[in-house]
């Protein structure tokens, strides 16, 4: 998108050096089977509200995330990873909204991990949240500033909610914003599309393909 009276653009590429990609909540909270999100719930209970949302995580939104961190890591694009988790074993740090809606992951709890299949490097930057936004709760400003990043890509759980708010809050920062819509998910596919649609001011959007291409692309150039 281009700014007709400055030039500007937020269609640029993710490029090393100044970039970083962002997964967010992709925890065994939420996106587990096992996640005590789904604590209680009966086999036809748990299928009605949260079957399409599973068969999409696992069927395109993982395996999705999978090539743009092998991608990302390759061409030495630093990987981030931000997750619901207190700071304190009760919860009493939370934000009053997740007081409020009863989200709670422990400091310390198994709930608080990023799940197995796209599990982080062993120097790579986990960041706890305690309220929607990355931004508003962590001093990942303050990281991604020191790690020279300019370009921020952002994926994860759930689109409409802290995805979106990641987005929207690194955009009003000052980074450029890559959205990677086919791996962010969320419980309902209307959900999913209206926020894919809501963002489209404040981000570039591509979908993954596109987006390991372009990284390989560097990559290629360097070895030339």
């Known amino acids: 998108m ?22 967010v909540d992709v925890q065994k ?8 999100a789904f604590d209680g719930m009966d086999e036809a209970d748990f299928e009605s509200k949260y ?3 599973f068969r999409r995580l696992e069927g395109q939104t993982v395996p999705n995330l999978q090539a743009l961190i092998a991608a990302c890591r390759a061409a030495g694009v630093e990987v981030i990873y931000t997750v619901i988790e ?5 919860g009493r740090d939370r934000g ?11 400091r310390g709890s198994p709930d608080a991990r990023v799940i197995d299949a796209i599990a982080p490097g062993a120097d790579e930057i986990v960041l706890p949240k305690s309220a929607s936004s990355v931004f508003n709760s962590t001093n990942i400003e303050y ?17 409409e909610q802290c995805v979106e708010s990641a987005v929207r809050d690194a955009c009003d920062r000052g980074f450029l914003v890559t959205l990677v819509s086919d791996a ?22 591509v979908d993954t393909a596109d987006l390991v291409e ?8 360097r070895a030339s």
């Open 2 to 23: 281009i700014d007709g009276q400055t030039g500007l653009t937020r269609d640029v590429p993710l490029e090393p050096g100044r970039a970083a990609l962002l997964i």
């Open 29 to 36: 909270y939420c996106c587990e089977r096992s996640g005590s």
């Open 51 to 53: 079957g399409d949302y």
């Open 86 to 90: 207190a700071l304190t074993r009760d």
């Open 96 to 106: 009053l909204d997740y007081k409020i809606t009863g989200f709670l992951v422990p």
């Open 143 to 159: 990281v991604l500033r020191n790690l020279g990043v300019e370009r921020l890509a952002i994926c994860g759980v759930y689109t």
């Open 184 to 205: 962010c998910t969320t419980l309902s596919q209307t959900a999913h599309d209206n926020s894919l649609n809501a963002t489209k001011g404040y981000c570039r959007a």
């Open 214 to 221: 372009e990284l390989n692309s560097y990559r290629r150039r």
